[in-house]
């Protein structure tokens, strides 16, 4: 028998019913809503260093990490179950595990204000952009929808989280915009677009903001 990290989809059943659809409905709905907390890893930034006092906060950003990816090699080697992974997910790496590598690089190894963009805009714009794909009724904003909110996002981790110039974040938020939509669509069988949303953006703004315009980092 399998070990089991999930209710059997208890709670994904109750959520799509809870809004008139079924587990499946659910099943996303709570992946979607799960994505978005990816936003809280810039808590980071306000944090002392020190603030764990077993070891430095860096260390403990590395640590989930390697939980994350302890947890992946337990669902291939052990066939351990976790709640919401896909069908083409399981022989292949999982998009959460992609996602976490991708926060966590953004974190260490990006200028602030750039992590600061391009994690409000993964966290937020991915689940968004999916959603409004899949429905019939409001497949019409896509892009537009996602475009807007991405700028304004990206705009709120430049100028206001970051520091950078208002001049200046006003059109790396379009730019930046503009490169996460267009990473964030194709879907590639190995390589998950929540990595690909957070790397590609990072390193047009840097390459932009950074080396071309000076900005600090």
């Known amino acids: 028998m399998p070990l089991r990290l999930h209710r059997y989809g208890r709670f994904r059943r109750w959520l799509g019913t809870r809004f008139g659809h079924d587990e499946a409905w659910g099943d996303r709905a709570l992946r979607r809503i799960v994505h978005t907390f990816g936003a809280a890893v810039l808590v980071y930034y306000v944090i002392p260093t020190d603030f764990f006092v ?19 090699a337990l669902r291939h080697a052990a066939n351990l179950e976790l709640p919401t992974i896909r069908a083409f997910e399981r022989r292949r790496v999982a998009s959460f595990v992609f996602y976490a590598v991708a926060l966590v690089g953004a974190i260490l190894l990006a200028p602030l204000p750039i992590a600061a963009a391009v994690i409000l805009g993964t966290a937020f714009i991915d689940p968004l952009a999916g959603g409004l794909r899949e429905s019939e009724g409001y497949r019409q904003l896509y892009p537009t929808l996602p475009y807007g909110v991405y700028t304004a996002l990206a705009f709120v981790g430049l100028a206001l989280f970051g520091g950078w110039p ?22 590639l069988t190995w390589l998950d677009d929540d990595l690909l949303m957070t790397a590609v953006p990072a390193l047009a703004l840097y390459a932009v903001g950074v080396l071309a315009l000076g900005l600090s980092h």
């Open 166 to 187: 208002v001049t200046d974040s006003v059109p790396l938020a379009f730019f930046a915009a503009a490169v996460g939509l267009a990473a964030e669509y194709p879907k």
């Open 54 to 72: 077993v070891a430095p906060k860096e260390y403990i950003l590395l640590a989930a990490l390697a939980v994350v990816l302890v947890l992946e």
